[in-house]
């Protein structure tokens, strides 16, 4: 059958500053979408990763649904009006638009979205960050579908050997989407020089060459270039495909033991390791570090299994231990050269407007030899 899975994220108020939502904000979200589901989604899922609270369903209306975005922003809605009346901080932070114009796109809210033919068995894994952008995806992804020192299925898989299509979008347009697409292995240099920068360039999809199939989609929305200020860090979400033709949920869940750095952190301008966490986790040292949650499912005829937390495992808490040594070493650096963000992406405008205050009071100090005449 033609299945649409549609994660829709967005932060509306937390407990604590920048931590979590309460447990009648996240009540409040589920319980609207519970009433209103029937007859328009099929199943659906709620958490939470820090204060951002996520929305997945699975129904048949396609990509871009009126009435499914209408359904998860009128429930952030309701969940704003929740976090009002208990005086959470950041009440309706993401909900940067007064009214729904048909599309939850470039209003706030983190969006990513496929349309697909569910497999008999259809495994697929929900990704939700916090406190970083979406390139924080952009390493993991590059490992998992184009290196087959992390991804063996590259080199053992015939489907998977003809490896996969990235598309990949210049988030720093604001006039429009501007993408470019690359295949792996053959653009496998040129798509490396762009995932570099993460900043600037988003892995937004990536489809199999085999099948022409649909494996990840990214929320790609940058909060900056909507506002046009700081209003908190993209947090974004991301769903991708497993098993078959596509790598193994292994294969994808390899990368984050590196805890790689991402931008964000504190005031979501620094660079900090991203960790790996339980689902349901909420935010600590340094504003984060900036976490990554995932909830692996099955989908049969539309209908979700019961979730795996796949960082749960033991396993994740070497990882876990590492990536705060890591974190605590880089915070050591303070504002320091590489520990904070460079001043194109310093997401608060204070340093910018002290030093177009300091520059004013630069001089030119006249040459030895011209004063040595005087």
């Known amino acids: ?51 951002d609270i996520a929305i997945l369903m699975t129904h048949t209306l396609g990509e871009n649904d009126a009435q499914i975005h209408q359904l998860a922003w009128d429930a952030f809605r309701a969940g704003t009006d929740a976090a009002r009346q208990e005086g959470l901080y950041g009440a309706g932070q993401d909900l940067l638009k007064d009214s729904f114009s048909g599309n939850v796109k470039g209003m706030g809210p983190a969006v990513a979205e496929m349309e697909i033919d569910e497999r008999t068995s259809e495994p697929f894994l929900f990704f939700a960050a916090d406190k970083t952008d979406p390139g924080a995806f952009n390493l993991p992804l590059y490992l998992a579908f184009a290196d087959p020192m992390n991804t063996p299925g590259l080199i053992l898989s015939p489907k998977m050997s003809l490896g996969y299509r990235f598309v990949i979008m210049d988030v720093s347009n604001t006039a429009g989407d501007r993408i470019i697409e690359l295949n792996a292995p053959d653009d496998l240099y040129d798509i490396a020089a762009l995932l570099r920068d993460p900043e600037r360039f988003v892995v937004e999809s990536i489809w199999s060459r085999a099948t022409g199939e649909q494996a990840v989609a990214v929320a790609t929305s940058r909060l900056h270039n909507i506002a046009g200020k700081y209003t908190g860090k993209d947090d974004p979400v991301m769903l991708v495909r497993v098993q078959m033709n596509f790598p193994a949920t292994g294969e994808i869940l390899a990368p984050y033991a590196i805890g790689h750095f991402v931008g964000g952190g504190m005031r979501g301008s620094h660079q900090v390791p991203i960790m790996p966490v339980a689902l349901n986790t909420g935010i600590s040292y340094f504003d984060g570090p900036p976490i990554v949650s995932c909830a692996g499912f099955c989908s049969h005829n539309g209908h979700l299994t019961e979730p795996v937390d796949n960082f749960a495992h033991p396993f994740w808490d070497r990882v876990r231990s590492h990536v705060a040594d890591k974190a605590i070493e880089i915070r050591r650096q303070g504002f320091s050269g590489a520990a904070m963000l460079p001043m194109n992406e310093l997401e608060y405008t204070g340093i910018a407007e002290k030093l177009a205050g300091l520059d004013k009071l630069f001089r030119i100090r006249e040459a030895k030899a011209e004063l040595q005449k005087v």
């Not at 509306?12 to 029937?38: C, M, W």
Request: glycine content about 12%; charged content about 20%.
């Open 1 to 51: 059958m033609k299945l649409t899975l549609t994660v829709i994220k967005a932060d509306i108020g937390s407990v604590g500053g920048h931590v979590a939502p309460s447990l009648h904000l996240l009540e409040t979200v589920k319980t609207y979408i519970g009433k209103r589901a029937p007859g328009l989604v099929l199943d659906h899922y709620i958490s939470h990763t820090g204060d």
